[in-house]
């Protein structure tokens, strides 16, 4: 694991010093608010309850009303309270980096930013987590402690080696079972087999109707372009298949980057019709100021948004 500066952390350092890096840099770029769309007094409709003089008839559940012959309303739960589940993709293909990092590093240090801008009063952070030991549901707590608990827990997940548990298992289980609408913000590089639609497509598609979800894509340079190096033997981490190209081709150069743009235009506009917010992320840039200027955007626009509806 390296720091956001590309520095090795010392062991002994783990998910207290991580944290505390990323809020020192992240507050002077971005101001800590919550990620979501939460505003308002809340629309999620909480336990029905015995109507008492003074509630508010809109609120009146008639179904239950019906059901039970008695008088009932059905109060909204406050969205300010926002819970936050982290989808982290640590398999194979997450532990391959050629510049300042692995692409496994910038997800686990995005996961500390998240967890300091969704660090609210009664705030609630979870993850779902693909690695080495399969799929991992880490439950939603409060607190800074817990935030710090479940970082460690992130930072110590080993290194996964063969086939895992695909992107579209685990956008699947962050969907089930169903919860009030929150925050999920999934960690990955987005990698599957090059079909017409990523596998991934529909059940991002189907969570981003129930929940506001930002989809971070972790990149490397070397996935978007060969370096004319000669001979180069490559090894699919997700199947070990081992295959060695001749990377003197300037055609064979050209048509796999050509290929990797196609690639990357396909996952945008999936993500794209799913309805979710998009950032890339390289393990060759400052990937916090790439994070900081899309969450900037993405407020600024939901802001002249609300402007619009309310004129």
């Not at 309270?81 to 496994?104: A, H, N, Y």
């Not at 930002?214 to 295959?243: F, Q």
Request: net charge positive; with cysteine.
């Amino acid at each position: 694991m390296t720091s956001i500066t590309g520095v090795p952390i010392a062991p002994e350092a783990s998910a207290r010093r991580l944290r505390l890096d990323v809020a020192r840099r992240l507050d002077g770029l971005l101001s800590g608010d919550h990620l979501g769309y939460l505003s308002g007094p809340g629309t999620e409709a909480a336990e029905a309850r015995m109507y008492s003089p003074g509630d508010d008839v809109r609120r009146i559940d008639w179904n239950v009303t019906a059901r039970t012959q008695e008088t009932h309303v059905r109060d909204a739960i406050a969205e300010r309270e926002l819970e936050t589940t982290l989808l982290v993709d640590l398999t194979p293909s997450m532990s391959f980096g050629t510049v300042r990092c692995e692409k496994r590093d910038i997800a686990l240090a995005v996961a500390a930013a998240v967890m300091h801008l969704a660090g609210g009063a009664g705030d609630r952070v979870g993850a779902v987590v693909l690695g080495a030991e399969g799929m991992r549901r880490l439950p939603p707590r409060g607190g800074r402690d817990a935030a710090l608990a479940l970082l460690h827990r992130l930072l110590a997940e080993p290194r996964a080696d063969g086939d895992g548990p695909t992107l579209a298992a685990g956008l699947a289980a962050v969907l089930n079972p169903p919860r009030r609408r929150g925050l999920v913000v999934v960690l990955s590089d987005l990698l599957s087999p090059p079909d017409a639609e990523p596998a991934w497509a529909r059940p991002l598609r189907m969570l981003a109707t129930r929940h506001d979800v930002i989809v971070a894509e972790v990149v490397d340079p070397r996935e978007l372009t060969l370096p004319d190096v000669g001979v180069l033997r490559l090894v699919d981490p997700e199947t070990g298949r081992h295959l060695e190209v001749q990377t003197r081709s300037k055609a064979l150069r050209d048509r796999y980057a050509a290929a990797a743009s196609a690639r990357r235009s396909s996952h945008a506009a999936a993500v794209r019709r799913a309805g979710a917010g998009h950032v890339v992320l390289r393990t060759d840039r400052d990937w916090l100021v790439d994070l900081a200027t899309f969450l900037a955007t993405r407020r600024r626009l939901r802001g002249a948004g609300r402007a619009a509806l309310v004129r």
